[in-house]
């Protein structure tokens, strides 16, 4: 037993050396996390950058939540990645692109560059059922920019002209489906937390599924809907003769680091191409 | 007399229509996969898909049109494999120096205590082991990785390994104990010394258990998703070193399946059957292996296999005394902390608010919801998989002929599909399920999911307890004058009470430890209280996972995994408990001596693979 013990004890000193050894000094590589494919992030991104799939550095993670990425970031001291300025917390560092911060000015202005409409998308040829239609009237009404604007979403120049929701005479029932961008899941889930509370017992017979597989789910949930329940999300726009893309705010693509990260807080496209495709490997020697 | 005639037949019809109900649902499967994926591997190419190392699908790519989109998953075959065998190399050793330890070394002192554990762990809910693998592993594997990290291989191979360690150990230890004492006192009187016996005598004679239980172990890594997603990186990569980002064919299925498009769906359903072709490889490992260990036995035939030559390789008896006692122990720690840390940080987060408050939309977070669902779903499937699974199990075994053709070839479909991962009966849920109710996720479609992933296990261990039932008893009841059914229902299913007992939380553990078939049949978002079985909703394991993975409730996701690790705990304690109480019932009731050598069913059934 004894010498059980002195083994142990050397396996654990000989550990603790080997995370002594390699822990200090050297800068470690940057680790790049991205989106799946289906992300509307992911392609506003990758437009901005001039991104192609195949080109992604094989050293990448990759997940398919914006949440996901924020929470590798946050605990990842050399991470890099990007989500919705919408989702941006205090427990990330969001960059500033060729100069400029993400606020929502600079992206109203259009100096923010990776910028994206958030979009309701609507089944061509198929009208919505009365809740559904109810519900995406007050989404498209100047009365829901207090909610969109407290979940951090950008609003257009055209929400003054928008109209007042008004709430139904008639109490509505039925089921909406709410499914695809992840960078849109806060502002809708606020969307219908406000409305629940705006329409009081109008509205309380209406049930929600929420379904945030990303982008691309929105875009085929509405294709395939046959019902006029479903209202798609879609955080980058792709026009398709199937549905309508109807604007209901602004976001800006968000490049995030470590919050302690002080060794970059500005970056432009091609450091970003150079970074994701491997070709830059640590932050010091982003140019 | 022709009246109860007829209620005998009409009680048979009854067996034997549930047995169908049960067998169109195994069929359903079958058919589902192959139906699915033909179109798809036509399209694509089989060999295309199978060797293609670019996954680069397109969700509006169509059968109809050419593919724009590029459709291979060699590299993610690949990243299961290294993936199972790190896992193996692993767990499978750690669990058979721990077996070995629990086994022979182990003071009688902790050996019970020692084994209890063991069984507990091997209830825990896989995203369990995910959440300790992102929150306690990555961080200690990033400082040894070049870009802090630390997903990759050998975090999925740690995990995985931890994550197969309880079934290694248990089976392996139990073909340990299964070893007649003979053999070791033979050892013994013959001048070897307890370790010599013990590695040159008892450990081969157990071999075709130990290895028996290796490729279990093997079969539960393939078929893992929620915590290999958790530590992978998943970015679609050869596994080319520990720490390199890479992705498992079931994380590639739970992945996409949210948003696939026709083409991407087919591909990933013939992603699942390129996993089921997996777990049948690794069931016919595992019958060779069982039946070998039968011929062996009578044959005396000694070494040979790999275990053989792993066995020669300890050369010294006392370095495999000392890694049973070493492998033994890293065990307790690996067990020990993934405990400890689900407690520590668990309970301080415990809040009111969270267990039993209400959950506000954009608010105040509240896993009452997810319990409400968590239980409404374990009650919808157990109420449609118990009476399914036990009429079935009544009518094998005693309304056919044993050992007719047919009969067989039933329960070879349910022993495969209960190997089936639990992604594949996800994504067949998902085109279903979610389909018949309504076209939206739902705690129905998500009960239905798991029902039918029960169905293999009920059938399975309602059986077992049945044939457990001795004839004499069956044939006592006749005897005296009364109709079969009559046998049945006073006589045969009381006596194997027990065993569907057992069945039963069996099945509750498994609906409150899955998570991968939930995800996209019933929801993954968290959601106000589930107003009717048509809302959707996450079990506490779902919700477990998407408020890991968020980012921002981070304490309530430590909180949420300790309520699951009580939950689990509570049922495998009821587990325990009734069967304690139905055996003693049943042992005064009627004396039924063979009830008493059945502590413990679970286990019970896990031996009974390679009794003779």
Not at chain 1, 161 to 174: F, H, K, N, W
Not at chain 2, 207 to 224: D, M, N, Q, Y
Not at chain 2, 409 to 414: L, M, S, T, W
């Amino acid at each position: 037993m004894k010498k059980l013990g002195m083994f142990m004890l050397a396996l654990v000193m000989a550990v603790t050396a080997c995370v002594a050894l390699t822990g200090c000094d050297t800068e470690k590589d940057i680790l790049v996390v991205c989106r799946e494919a289906s992300s509307g992030t992911r392609e506003a991104f990758d437009k901005y950058v001039g991104l192609e799939a195949a080109d992604i550095t094989s050293s990448a993670e990759e997940y398919s939540s914006t949440g996901n990425v924020r929470e590798k970031v946050a605990n990842t001291a050399t991470a890099i990645g990007y989500i919705s300025l919408a989702s941006v917390d205090d427990s990330v560092k969001a960059l500033k692109i060729e100069g400029v911060e993400a606020t929502a000015d600079n992206v109203r202005a259009g100096t923010y560059k990776i910028q994206r409409p958030f979009l309701l998308l609507t089944k061509t040829g198929l009208d919505l059922q009365p809740a559904a239609q109810d519900f995406f009237n007050y989404c498209m009404s100047k009365t829901a920019e207090a909610a969109i604007s407290a979940e951090k979403g950008i609003s257009t120049s055209d929400f003054a002209s928008r109209p007042e929701y008004t709430v139904p005479e008639t109490a509505l029932s039925g089921n909406i489906t709410l499914k695809g961008s992840t960078s849109m899941e806060d502002i809708i889930k606020k969307l219908v937390a406000e409305y629940q509370a705006k329409g009081g017992d109008k509205v309380s017979g209406i049930t929600f599924t929420y379904d945030f597989p990303g982008s691309g789910g929105g875009r085929t949930a509405v294709k395939d809907d046959t019902t006029g329940n479903v209202i798609g999300l879609a955080s980058s726009s792709s026009p398709d003769a199937a549905y309508t893309e109807h604007t209901l705010c602004l976001d800006a693509v968000a490049v995030i680091v470590h919050k302690d990260n002080d060794m970059i807080d500005d970056i432009n496209a091609t450091q970003l191409k150079d970074v994701y495709t491997g070709a830059v490997k640590k932050f010091s020697e982003i140019k | 007399m022709k009246h109860s005639k007829a209620k005998e037949n009409a009680v048979k019809c009854v067996f034997a229509a549930t047995a169908i109900i049960c067998i169109i649902a195994v069929v359903a499967i079958f058919i589902f996969l192959i139906t699915e994926s033909i179109p798809a591997f036509r399209k694509i190419g089989f060999f295309k898909f199978l060797f293609g190392d670019t996954w680069n699908p397109i969700a509006s790519d169509k059968y109809d049109a050419p593919l724009s989109g590029t459709y291979g998953v060699f590299k993610m075959i690949v990243g299961t494999l290294a993936a199972t065998c790190g896992s193996v190399v692993f767990g499978g050793t750690l669990g058979f120096f721990t077996a070995i330890f629990i086994a022979k070394f182990c003071p009688v002192k902790i050996k019970r205590l020692f084994t209890a554990v063991i069984h507990l762990l091997a209830g825990i809910p896989s995203v369990i082991f995910g959440f300790f693998g992102m929150k306690v592993l990555l961080p200690i594997l990033g400082v040894f990785s070049s870009n802090g990290s630390g997903s990759g291989l050998l975090a999925v191979s740690l995990v995985l390994g931890t994550m197969i360690l309880p079934t290694v150990v248990s089976l392996s230890k139990t073909s340990i104990d299964a070893v007649p004492e003979s053999y070791y006192e033979g050892a013994r009187a013959l001048g070897a010394t307890h370790e010599q016996a013990v590695f040159k005598t008892v450990v081969p004679a157990a071999k075709s258990g130990i290895v028996a239980s290796i490729i279990l172990g093997i079969g539960r890594s393939v078929g893992e998703t929620m915590a290999v997603i958790m530590v992978a990186g998943n970015k679609v990569n050869y596994p080319g070193g520990f720490f390199q980002s890479f992705r498992v064919l079931t994380a590639n299925i739970v992945m996409e399946m949210g948003y696939a498009g026709e083409v991407q769906l087919g591909a990933l359903i013939a992603t699942g059957v390129v996993l089921l072709i997996f777990i049948l490889i690794v069931n016919v490992l595992l019958g060779l292996v069982t039946s070998r260990g039968k011929k062996e036995k009578s044959v005396k035939k000694r070494s040979g296999g790999f275990m053989g030559a792993f066995m020669y390789k300890i050369k010294s008896d006392r370095i495999g005394k000392a890694a049973s006692y070493v492998c033994a122990f890293v065990t307790v720690v690996a067990l020990f902390s993934i405990i400890a840390f689900v407690v520590v940080s668990g309970v301080p987060h415990l809040s009111f608010q969270l267990l039993f408050g209400e959950y506000v939309i954009a608010g105040a977070i509240s896993i009452l919801p997810s319990i409400a669902a968590t239980f409404m779903t374990i009650a919808v499937s157990l109420l449609l998989a118990i009476p399914i699974g036990v009429a079935t199990a009544v009518y094998l075994n005693e309304y056919t002929k044993k050992g007719s053709r047919a009969v067989k070839i039933i329960r070879g479909a349910i022993d495969i599909l209960s190997g089936i991962p639990s992604i594949v009966y996800a994504l067949f849920g998902m085109v279903t399920f979610v389909v018949w109710f309504g076209g939206r996720m739902s705690v129905l479609a998500g009960s239905f999911t798991i029902a039918i992933m029960l169905l293999p296990t009920v059938v399975r261990s309602t059986e077992e307890s049945l044939k457990s039932v001795p004839d004499s008893l069956r044939e006592g009841s006749l005897a005296l004058g009364a109709g079969k059914v009559r046998t049945l229902f006073k006589v045969v299913l009381p006596s194997a009470l027990p065993g569907i007992m057992s069945a039963i939380i069996l099945s509750m553990g498994r609906v409150v430890s899955e998570s991968a078939p939930f995800m996209y049949t019933m929801g993954s978002t968290i959601m106000p209280m589930p107003e009717s079985f048509l809302s959707s909703g996450t079990t506490l394991a779902v919700a477990l996972y998407k408020l890991a993975g968020e980012g921002r409730h981070t304490d309530e996701a430590y909180a949420t995994a300790f309520v699951l690790l009580v939950i689990v705990l509570a049922l495998n304690l009821l587990a325990s408990f009734i069967e304690k109480k139905l055996n003693k019932k049943l042992q005064g009731d009627k004396n039924a001596v063979h009830s008493s050598k059945r502590k413990s069913f679970g286990r019970k059934k896990r031996e009974g693979q390679r009794e003779n």
